[in-house]
C-alpha cells in the first residue's frame, strides 16, 4: 500500500517516518528489511490547480460577463466550465491578493490596505501571521510543485529590498519558484523583475519585441514543461497573476488597433451596450436594472469635443491590453492542453482582483506621475492631443479616465477602492476542471468571496486544513469550500455573511441583504478633509431582488438598516478592521504610521554592484538640498556611463559620463529634461564626482542649482527649473554602476549604460548640511558615514 494514503496531514510539515525493527551489522544479511523510500505525493486524485489572477477588471469588460472585450480564453473556459457571476473581492490588489493566498480576510493577515500604507494597528501592518500560513506552503508541504508568475503585492514595503528579509516574499511563502514584480504595477516594456529574490532584466528591448505578459508566460510554460516531464506523478499549483491591466495600460499597437473607432460613443452608451449584452448572456437577472451614473462622474455629453478621439484612443489601448492578456492565458492552456493535464487541472480564472481602476482621474493621463505630483493641469486637450500616438508605447505611462472604469463595472455602482458596492468588488470568475466537474457552460448565482478559492482547492485535492505548520498553530480559514455548487446549479449558498472595507468605504453583506456606505472617492488626491465616519449616510438594497443594488430602501426600512450595521460592526472587530482608516497621504510618511523605515537620516553610503533597489532603499531626497559623491575608477580610454541613477522615463534624475566628462540629468515627469556638463573630463584612475542641487526652497516642486566637481573643484553648473514633490516613478529603481529599467536621460539606452570603469561606492547627504562639506570626501568622513548606519 502506498505510504502516502496513510499519513496525517493535519500537522505540517509532515513528520519523518521512523524505522523500527532490527539493524543488523551487514547490509548483505537477508534479515535487514526497510521499506522503500517514498517521495510526498497529495492523496491520490489531487488535481493540478492553475489559479489565474488578471489585474484592475471590473465586472463589465470581458466578453465572457458580456463586456465589450474579446477574451476567447475566459470564453472557452466557461462553455466548458462554470460561471460564478456573485464571486467578490476587496476592492484593492494587495488585500485581496493575500486574502485569496490564505483564505482569511484581507484584515485578518493585516492587509487592510495597499503595503506602501502600511501602519502599526493589526488589521494594516501588512504582516501576515504564522498563525495564517499562505495556501502554497499547505500544498507544498503535502507534495505540490508549486510558482508564482507576476504580481507580487503582499511584502511589507520596507522588506523589499534586495537585503529582505525574504520570508514574506513568495519563495518565502510556499512557492519553489518565483517570476515577477514585487510592487503595485511595474512598466510593461521595462520591467523590474525578480526571479526568486535575484534581480534580473528582460533578455529583450521593446524595439526588439519585448512585452512582460509575454515573457511571464513563456516561463510559466517553460516551468510547468518541466515540471511535468521530470516529475508526471505529482501535480502542480501555479499562480499566474500578470501585471496586466494595471496601469501603465501597455500593449502593443497591432491590438490596440483592433478596437479603433469603437468606443467613439462614449462610456454612457458603453454601459448601456453592455448591460445588454450581460442580459442577453444570463450572467444578470433579466430583471436586474442598470444604476444610474453618480454626479461626480461626468457624462460623456458634457466632456469637451476635441477630448473626445483622446479618450476613446484610452479606451482602445485598454480594450487591447486586456484582450493581448487574455491571449497569453490562452497559450498557457494550450501548454497544458498539449500536456494532457488539463482535464485534470482545477483553474480559477478571476477577471479582476477589484473593480476597473479609476484611478486615472476625470480626463486620463499619458503619465501616472503627473497628477500623483500635482502636475495634472499640464494636460491639457493640446498637450493630450499632440501625444496621442504615444499612448501604449514604452514613451508613456497611460492610465484611462474615471468614466471608462465605470462602464468596465456594468452594471454597478463605484469602482475599485470603494469596498460598499458592488462595482468595486464584484467580478467575474470562471471555474474550469472537466474530472472534477460534470456541468458545462453553466452560471453559478451562489455568494462567494475570494477567501473560498484556498479551502476549495483543499477541498478539491483531499487535503485536511492545517492545525499547525511550522510548529504554530493555525487559524482556522474564513473562507467556505465552493464545491457544493459545482455540480448543483440550486444549492444553497454557504457563505451567507461577508464584511467589506477599504479606506472607510464599507458594507456587510448577510443572507442578500446588504448595508453600504461610500466613505471616500478614489480619483480625489492629496490630503482631503473626509466626513466623520460617524456622519457617513448608509444605504440599504435587498439584493435577492435588486441585483445591481440600485434602489436604496434605507429610508423605508431604518431596522434593518441598524440591524445590518450592528452586525458589520460585529464583523469588523472579529476581523481587525477596526480602528478605521481613511488617512492616504498622511499613511505614507512611516514615521506617522509607525512602520519600520529601511533608511534613516540624511546620508547614505551606496556601493558598486548594488542595482535594483527600491525607492523606499534611498534615503529621502524629495524638496530638499543634497550632493551625490562617487568614488570612480576611470581607464585609460576615458569615462562612459551611469554612475548612479534613480528612476525612469516617468521622472528622476541620473549623474554619470558622456564623452568622459561628468553630466546631471534630472528628467522632470518626461516632460523636460535638464542636463548639466562638466567642463572638463575626469581623468583616468580613482578620482571622485559629485553633483550639489542646492534647492531653492519655499515650498513644493521647486528648482534649484547644479553643481559639477571632480575631486573637489568645480567643473560645470546649471538649473533645475521644477522638481517632482513626491514621487519618481511606481516601478522604477536605484542603480549604482548602471541604470536598469526605462532610462532617465536621453543620452543613453536601457542596454549598454553601464559605467566603463568601477564605482567604488556613492554617498548621499541631504538637506543644507550636504553643501556645508569641501566638495570632497575624505576616508574617515565615509568611515563614520557607514558607521552610523550600523
Known amino acids: 500500500m502506498n505510504a502516502n494514503h496513510n499519513i496525517q496531514r493535519e500537522i505540517l510539515p509532515i513528520p519523518d517516518p521512523t524505522h523500527v525493527g532490527v539493524t543488523l551489522y551487514d547490509a548483505k544479511d537477508p534479515d535487514n528489511k526497510y521499506p522503500p523510500i517514498e517521495p510526498l505525493r497529495p492523496p491520490k486524485g489531487a488535481p493540478n490547480v492553475l489559479i489565474v489572477l488578471i489585474d484592475d477588471v471590473g465586472f463589465g469588460a470581458s466578453s465572457a460577463f458580456g463586456g465589450p472585450v474579446h477574451t476567447p480564453t475566459a470564453e472557452h473556459l466557461a462553455a466548458n466550465g462554470l460561471k460564478y457571476n456573485r464571486f467578490h473581492t476587496t476592492a484593492l490588489c494587495s488585500p485581496t491578493r493575500q486574502a485569496l493566498l490564505t483564505g482569511r480576510n484581507h484584515h485578518t493577515v493585516g492587509m487592510g490596505g495597499i503595503t506602501e500604507m502600511a501602519t502599526s494597528a493589526p488589521g494594516n501592518c501588512t504582516l501576515r501571521p504564522k498563525s495564517c500560513a499562505p495556501l502554497a506552503e499547505t ?29 514574506r516574499w513568495p519563495t518565502g511563502s510556499g512557492f519553489e519558484y518565483f517570476y515577477g514584480f514585487v510592487c503595485a504595477e511595474t512598466n510593461q516594456y521595462y520591467p523590474a523583475i525578480y526571479e526568486g529574490t535575484t534581480p534580473m532584466e528582460p533578455d529583450k528591448t521593446p524595439e526588439e519585441g519585448y512585452h512582460f505578459t509575454t515573457d511571464l508566460t513563456r516561463k510559466a510554460i517553460q516551468w510547468v514543461r518541466q515540471q511535468k516531464s521530470l516529475m508526471p506523478d505529482k501535480p502542480f499549483f501555479m499562480y499566474f497573476a500578470p501585471g496586466a491591466t494595471h496601469a501603465p495600460h501597455h500593449v502593443p499597437k497591432e491590438w490596440s488597433e483592433k478596437y479603433q473607432g469603437q468606443f467613439d460613443g462614449g462610456w454612457d452608451k458603453l454601459r448601456e451596450e453592455t448591460f ?58 494550450n501548454a497544458l492542453e498539449d500536456l494532457e493535464v488539463l482535464d485534470d487541472t482545477l483553474i480559477y480564472y478571476i477577471i479582476g482582483d477589484n473593480g476597473a481602476s479609476a484611478e486615472g482621474t476625470l480626463q486620463g493621463t499619458i503619465n501616472e506621475m503627473l497628477p500623483i505630483n500635482g502636475f495634472g493641469h499640464l494636460e491639457t486637450p493640446e498637450f493630450l492631443k499632440a501625444n496621442i500616438d504615444k499612448f501604449g508605447t514604452p514613451a508613456a505611462y497611460n492610465h484611462y479616465a474615471v468614466g471608462w472604469a465605470h462602464a468596465m463595472d456594468t452594471p454597478y455602482q463605484w469602482t475599485k477602492q470603494v469596498a460598499s458596492h458592488w462595482g468595486g468588488t464584484r467580478n467575474g470568475t470562471i471555474i474550469h476542471w472537466p474530472n472534477g466537474i460534470k456541468a458545462r457552460g453553466e452560471v453559478r448565482g451562489q455568494f462567494h468571496h475570494v477567501i473560498d478559492v484556498a479551502p476549495t482547492v483543499l477541498e478539491a485535492a483531499g487535503l485536511p486544513q492545517p492545525a499547525f505548520v511550522n510548529g504554530i498553530q493555525q487559524k482556522p480559514y474564513e473562507g467556505f469550500s465552493m464545491l457544493y455548487s459545482f455540480d448543483d446549479a440550486k444549492s444553497d449558498e454557504r457563505h451567507t455573511t461577508q464584511y467589506f472595507e477599504m479606506v472607510g468605504n464599507r458594507g456587510i453583506y448577510h443572507k442578500g441583504w446588504t448595508a453600504v456606505t461610500k466613505h471616500r472617492t478614489p480619483w480625489t488626491m492629496g490630503a482631503i478633509k473626509t466626513v466623520p465616519f460617524d456622519d457617513d449616510v448608509w444605504e440599504l438594497y435587498d439584493t435577492n431582488t435588486d441585483w445591481t443594488q440600485a434602489h436604496d430602501l434605507s429610508k423605508e426600512m431604518p431596522e434593518k438598516l441598524h440591524e445590518l450595521q450592528r452586525l458589520w460592526l460585529i464583523e469588523a472587530v472579529k476581523h481587525n478592521v477596526v480602528p478605521l482608516d481613511d488617512r492616504m497621504y498622511e ?16 546620508r547614505q553610503l551606496l556601493f558598486g554592484g548594488m542595482k535594483r533597489l527600491s525607492l ?77 542641487f542646492a534647492y531653492d526652497g519655499g515650498g513644493l516642486a521647486k528648482g534649484g542649482t547644479v553643481s559639477l566637481f571632480i575631486d573637489g573643484k568645480k567643473v560645470g553648473e546649471g538649473r533645475v527649473e521644477t522638481t517632482q514633490p513626491f514621487a519618481y516613478s511606481a516601478d522604477e529603481t536605484v542603480d549604482v554602476g548602471m541604470e536598469a529599467g526605462s532610462p532617465v536621460s536621453p543620452d543613453y539606452g536601457p542596454r549598454g549604460n553601464a559605467f566603463n570603469g568601477e564605482v567604488n561606492w556613492v554617498e548621499i547627504d541631504v538637506d543644507k548640511e550636504a553643501l556645508d562639506q569641501d566638495h570632497i570626501l575624505t576616508g574617515e568622513e565615509r568611515y563614520h558615514v557607514a558607521m552610523a548606519l550600523q
Open 139 to 167: 500544498l507544498k508541504l503535502n507534495g505540490y510543485s508549486t510558482a508564482q508568475f507576476g504580481k507580487c503585492h503582499e511584502v511589507p514595503f520596507w522588506e523589499t529590498s534586495p537585503a529582505g528579509p525574504f520570508d
Open 616 to 692: 523606499g532603499s534611498l534615503v529621502n531626497m524629495m524638496n530638499k538640498s543634497y550632493a551625490i559623491t562617487a568614488e570612480v575608477v576611470v581607464p585609460e580610454a576615458g569615462a562612459e556611463g551611469v554612475i548612479v541613477a534613480m528612476g525612469g522615463i516617468t521622472g528622476g534624475f541620473s549623474l554619470y559620463a558622456k564623452g568622459g566628462k561628468p553630466r546631471y540629468c534630472y528628467n522632470l515627469l518626461g516632460l523636460r529634461h535638464f542636463i548639466v556638463e562638466g567642463g572638463q573630463a575626469i581623468p583616468s584612475a580613482k578620482h571622485q564626482v559629485r553633483m550639489e
Open 276 to 333: 445588454a449584452r450581460q442580459k442577453a448572456l444570463g450572467v444578470i437577472p433579466p430583471g436586474a436594472e442598470l444604476t444610474k451614473r453618480h454626479p461626480e462622474i461626468p457624462a460623456w455629453d458634457e466632456m469637451p469635443a476635441e477630448m473626445k478621439p483622446i479618450l476613446a484612443r484610452q479606451m482602445e489601448i485598454y480594450a487591447g491590453f486586456l484582450e493581448h492578456t487574455d491571449y497569453h492565458v490562452g497559450l498557457l492552456i
Open 587 to 602: 499613511r505614507l510618511n512611516p514615521e506617522l504610521a509607525g512602520r519600520p523605515q529601511l533608511i534613516r537620516g540624511n
